[in-house]
């Protein structure tokens, strides 16, 4: 059973930056496809940003320009850098991680078997 632990959440002002990690264990990740979504409340979960094992990459409109998602395979690490928050970046983040995701469904959470236990991302104006 993978395991995901997110990281790297906090509270920052407008316009700042922060770095989430998301950890996979025990076994590779570096053949799944691997996302970051968000969720604000009773919202539903909102894809923000994708890979691929091949590294190509797809955004959420709304973030683009603002977010990279990014890996680092030889240590099994997931990674979204955010900068240029802004308030409406505030949710709970999650990564996920599943080795059967189609490019047209990247985004979409009911995609992913393996979920994290979430970090908590406030912006404040």
């Known amino acids: 059973q993978l395991r995901l632990v997110e990281s790297g959440g906090g509270s920052v002002q407008a316009g700042g930056s922060l770095r989430l990690s998301c950890a996979a264990s025990?076994?590779?990740?570096?053949?799944?496809?691997r996302a970051w979504f968000r969720q604000v409340q009773v919202k539903e979960r909102e894809g923000v940003a994708a890979?691929?094992?091949?590294?190509?990459?797809t955004y959420a409109d709304s973030v683009k320009g603002r977010f990279t998602i990014s890996t680092d395979n030889s240590k099994n690490m997931l990674y979204l850098q955010m900068n240029d928050l802004i308030p409406e970046d505030t949710a709970m983040y999650y990564c996920?991680?599943?080795?059967?995701?189609?490019?047209?469904?990247?985004?979409?959470?009911?995609?992913?078997?393996?979920w994290g236990q979430g970090t908590q991302v406030t912006v404040s104006s």
């Open positions: 996920a991680a599943d080795p059967f995701v189609v490019w047209s469904s990247l985004l979409r959470p009911d995609q992913y078997k393996y």
């Open positions: 025990p076994s590779s990740t570096s053949s799944y496809s």
């Open positions: 890979t691929k094992r091949d590294g190509s990459t």
